[in-house]
């Protein structure tokens, strides 16, 4: 089965760190731009952070750049989302995307809740 499986969300203080992963299983991420989406309660989903697995290009959004880290493991055909200086407002589901042309595969998604 074709799938993307999100780990590593929780709950986590002000200023503390958490590394998401996003595991592929039944395809590589060969070719695919990799992303790291967000959508928090009453508000809609929002692009993060973004690798290319050709290249290892990467692009932050303004909110998460300098804090946020995005990376992949071809071998373990995955990719990580390491947070740091988390701010209550990173509070969201984290969901990773893997796209290649006009597909499109999505995780379900891992909450991350950042106290204050």
């Known amino acids: 089965e074709v799938q993307l499986v999100e780990s590593g969300g929780g709950l986590v203080q002000a200023g503390g760190s958490l590394r998401l992963s996003c595991a592929a299983s039944?395809?590589?991420?060969?070719?695919?731009?990799i992303a790291w989406f967000r959508q928090a309660p009453g508000k809609e989903r929002e692009g993060v952070a973004y690798?290319?697995?050709?290249?290892?290009?990467?692009i932050y959004a303004v909110s998460v750049e300098g804090r946020f880290t995005i990376s992949t493991n071809n071998a373990k055909n995955a990719v990580y989302l390491q947070m740091n200086s988390l701010k209550p407002e990173d509070t969201a589901v984290y969901y990773c995307?893997?796209?290649?042309?006009?597909?499109?595969?999505w995780g379900q998604g891992t909450l991350v809740t950042v106290s204050s």
């Open positions: 039944g395809f590589t991420f060969d070719d695919y731009t």
């Open positions: 690798i290319s697995s050709r290249d290892g290009s990467t």
């Open positions: 995307r893997a796209s290649y042309r006009n597909l499109e595969l």
